[in-house]
């Protein structure tokens, strides 16, 4: 069984930053990574990371103002997210996968989630 368990979320003006962290216990697994889902809207893929934390992959819109990476001795992933917008609103998810996380389907475990608000 995994856990994972999200923290950081919080109110930003436009322009400020966050730190999402995920704190995983239970199996390792080879890939984590964040989602976010907006008021009436699907929940979309965001950011990944391999276990070694040499590979990473951002979708499009955040590429440049977010930094995922980890910390393998804490088993932590965080989220470092800079020059927010209200776009950015979301409830924000921590996954795990056995295999690529980029596609939901394959995600094997979620967190419970953490409110991003960016106010303009």
């Known amino acids: 069984q995994v856990q994972l368990v999200e923290s950081g979320g919080g109110l930003v003006q436009a322009g400020g930053s966050l730190r999402l962290s995920c704190a995983a216990s239970?199996?390792?697994?080879?890939?984590y990574g964040w989602f976010r889902q907006a008021p009436g809207k699907e929940r979309e893929f965001v950011a990944t990371?391999?276990?070694?934390?040499?590979?990473?992959y951002y979708v499009d819109s955040v590429k440049g103002r977010f930094t995922i990476s980890r910390d393998i001795a804490k088993n932590t992933v965080f989220l470092q997210m800079n020059s927010l917008k209200p776009e950015d609103t979301a409830v924000y998810y921590c996954?795990?996968?056995?295999?690529?996380?980029?596609?939901?389907?394959?995600?094997?475990?979620w967190g419970q989630g953490t409110q991003v608000t960016v106010s303009s």
């Open positions: 996954a795990t996968s056995r295999t690529s996380i980029r596609i939901i389907s394959n995600v094997d475990y």
């Open positions: 239970g199996r390792t697994f080879s890939t």
């Open positions: 990371i391999n276990w070694s934390g040499r590979d990473t």
